[in-house]
């Protein structure tokens, strides 16, 4: 059995999530999807607008996901070690950085692979966020 990992914060859940999960689980036989708690979140210099709670429960309520798992950390590797995830999937807007060519390397020697998936282009929760942002600004100088 193939077990698949990823993890986000899935705030303002979007079709960007929904096609990483989906293309996620064509990958797998199980796919455990670790959603941020929000001191992390925090701790990443942001604030989730939809508690933690709520974002678990949508995730938990994907027909792709098998799992979903609080992540308590940043450590990717320790996670898929404890879930026995052979593979993690991640967006490619992480690939050929310093940081992930070094995660390549650690995972490579645990035997766990590492599958970017294409970024779905013009949609983020930050740029969501963004734009509820300036429509407020808007409607309150009105």
């Known amino acids: 059995m193939i077990i698949g990992y990823t993890t986000g914060v899935f705030d303002l859940f979007h079709i960007g999530h929904l096609n990483l999960l989906k293309n996620a689980k064509g990958f797998c036989d199980k796919l455990v999807v670790g959603v941020t708690v929000d001191d992390l979140v925090s701790y990443k210099g942001k604030c989730a607008l939809i508690p933690f709670e709520d974002r678990i429960e949508i995730i938990r309520s994907i027909k792709y996901v098998d799992a979903a798992v609080p992540q308590y950390d940043m450590d990717k590797l320790l996670a898929c070690k404890k879930l026995g995830a052979s593979v993690l999937f991640v967006g490619d ?49 009105l």
């Open 93 to 141: 807007d992480w690939y050929a950085t310093n940081k992930w060519k070094d995660y390549e390397e650690k995972f490579a020697r645990e035997r766990i692979k590492i599958i970017y998936f294409p970024y779905t282009k013009g949609i983020s929760s930050t740029r969501i966020s963004n734009t509820l942002n300036l429509q407020n600004d808007r409607s309150i100088e």
